[in-house]
């Protein structure tokens, strides 16, 4: 079993930064693509960004376009999402997931961390 650990969460202004970590327990296991997902109170959850584990090929979503970055760490098992310029629409709960194929049938979830932005 698969395990993926968030952390890095927190409470920031407006025009803040934070930076999130999601670790895999497993270093071995079936991933096609690691991505980010949130869910706001009250709203479904919605897709952040994702990176291909093979070459880096990442895809965002247009409200966090060239204020997120999602990168990998193939040694340590890890990706990240910096998140810059965050906004109180921002507030969420992100978790993140990992899919085994191009599918993008994600099969194995997060606990969800925390981020609340303050105006």
């Known amino acids: 079993q698969v395990q993926l650990v968030e952390s890095g969460g927190g409470l920031v202004q407006a025009g803040g930064s934070l930076r999130l970590s999601c670790a895999a327990s497993?270093?071995?296991?079936?991933?096609?693509?690691m991505g980010w997902f949130r869910q706001a109170p009250g709203k479904e959850r919605e897709f952040v960004a994702r990176?291909?584990?093979?070459?880096?090929?990442?895809y965002y979503a247009d409200s966090v376009k060239g204020r997120f970055t999602i990168s990998r760490d193939n040694a340590m098992n890890t990706v990240y999402l910096q998140m810059n310029s965050l906004k109180p629409e921002d507030t969420a709960v992100y978790y993140c997931?990992?899919?085994?194929?191009?599918?993008?049938?994600?099969?194995?979830w997060g606990q969800g961390t925390q981020v609340t932005v303050s105006s």
């Open positions: 997931a990992s899919s085994p194929t191009f599918a993008l049938d994600w099969n194995y």
């Open positions: 497993a270093r071995t296991f079936s991933r096609y693509a």
């Open positions: 990176i291909r584990w093979s070459d880096g090929d990442r």
